[in-house]
T-cell receptor, first 113, second 115 residues
Framework: NAGVTQTPKFRILKIGQSMTLQCTQDMNHNYMYWYRQDPGMGLKLIYYSVGAGITDKGEVPNGYNVSRSTTEDFPLRLELAAPSQTSVYFC????????????FGPGTRLTVL | AQKVTQAQTEISVVEKEDVTLDCVYETRDTTYYLFWYKQPPSGELVFLIRRNSFDEQNEISGRYSWNFQKSTSSFNFTITASQVVDSAVYFCALRDQGGSEKLVFGKGMKLTVNP
């Protein structure tokens, strides 16, 4: 199992550009999450999904969109990049059982200039 | 609302010292799960431990130990005989039991272990 994979690892965007952060897991997990980590802060939830076709907002969803057409993939879309979206983005997944542990992808470091 | 507080933001110690990282949480759930993650300088998040609320037995794993006290809503993490490789940011987190299973994180504590 590759676990949770994220692409790209690094990206620099100009203000107003758009991009998609990719997240894939090969563990057949139902639940998937996108978090962002700002310097000196913990992780904050952007969006999550409890299964294919089902998504919901987290704590900081503004400026982002997600979709979940398959169990494996959970892409995060930035439509009009802003400097406030400069952050490290982590994807995570679990099966959904209460005894489960969230395992995280390696992260994507995004800079918006 | 659920909340996790890591009051210490940064600690610096000399190798072989013991260090304790504090974590205080707030939740209305009667059953809940707590976690510690390590984020080394390379940036990935490494799972260290999961603890459920109905098991207050302390846990030890090598040089790591965890002290869970429900009465004070604390889940503290101690590293014994610290090593340079322990230098990282450590996060305490609480799982939401409302259906999303999301994690609520503390702000993290940066530990620097000097040789």
């Amino acid at each position: 199992n590759a676990g949770v994979t994220q692409t790209p690892k690094f990206r620099i965007l100009k203000i107003g550009q758009s991009m998609t952060l990719q997240c894939t897991q090969d563990m057949n997990h139902n639940y998937m999450y996108w978090y962002r980590q700002d310097p000196g802060m913990g992780l904050k939830l952007i969006y999550y999904s409890v299964g294919a076709g089902i998504t919901d907002k987290g704590e900081v969803p503004n400026g982002y969109n997600v979709s979940r057409s398959t169990t494996e993939d959970f892409p995060l879309r930035l439509e009009l990049a802003a400097p406030s979206q400069t952050s490290v983005y982590f994807c995570a997944s679990i099966t959904g059982g209460r005894r489960d542990t969230q395992y995280f992808g390696p992260g994507t470091r995004l800079t918006v200039l | 609302a659920q909340k996790v507080t890591q009051a210490q933001t940064e600690i610096s110690v000399v190798e072989k010292e013991d260090v304790t990282l504090d974590c205080v949480y707030e939740t209305r759930d009667t059953t809940y799960y707590l976690f510690w993650y390590k984020q080394p300088p390379s940036g990935e998040l490494v799972f260290l431990i999961r603890r459920n609320s109905f098991d207050e037995q302390n846990e030890i794993s090598g040089r790591y130990s965890w002290n869970f006290q429900k009465s004070t809503s604390s889940f503290n993490f101690t590293i014994t005989a610290s090593q340079v490789v322990d230098s990282a940011v450590y996060f305490c987190a609480l799982r939401d039991q409302g259906g999303s299973e999301k994690l609520v994180f503390g702000k993290g504590m940066k530990l620097t272990v000097n040789p």
